[in-house]
């Protein structure tokens, strides 16, 4: 069975750091990627990467201050975030499929249960 499980939130000032995790076990994806939900608003695509060749994309509003990267051998997915804001308060979640790194969410079948991020001001 397909299993993903997020780890690292938590809750941080303004302009400070986290990392979070994804472990992904069960299969192998062609791209893996991260989306977030704030309370009252629709999930939104975070960042994206191809798990093999290592090719990422990102939304505009991360660009500079996150970071998507994968372990392969670990089966681990992860994202680096700098400079964090009061805005960036979401519950995040992994996702994981094989039809591109695209912003859409139907793009990926399998989800994480998210781990909370909470940036205070």
């Known amino acids: 069975q397909v299993t993903l499980v997020e780890s690292g939130g938590g809750l941080v000032q303004a302009g400070g750091s986290l990392r979070l995790s994804c472990e992904v076990s069960g299969r192998t994806f062609s791209s893996l990627g991260w989306f977030r939900q704030a309370p009252g608003k629709e999930r939104e695509f975070v960042a994206a990467?191809?798990?093999?060749?290592?090719?990422?994309g990102y939304v505009d509003f991360v660009k500079g201050r996150f970071t998507i990267s994968r372990d392969i051998a670990k089966n681990m997915l992860y994202l680096e975030m700098n400079s964090l804001k009061p805005e960036d308060t979401a519950v995040y979640y992994c996702?994981?499929?094989?039809?591109?790194?695209?912003?859409?969410?139907?793009?990926?079948?399998?989800w994480g249960q998210g781990t909370q991020v909470t940036v205070s001001s």
């Open positions: 990467i191809n798990w093999i060749g290592g090719g990422a």
């Open positions: 996702a994981a499929g094989n039809y591109g790194i695209g912003l859409n969410s139907r793009q990926y079948d399998y």
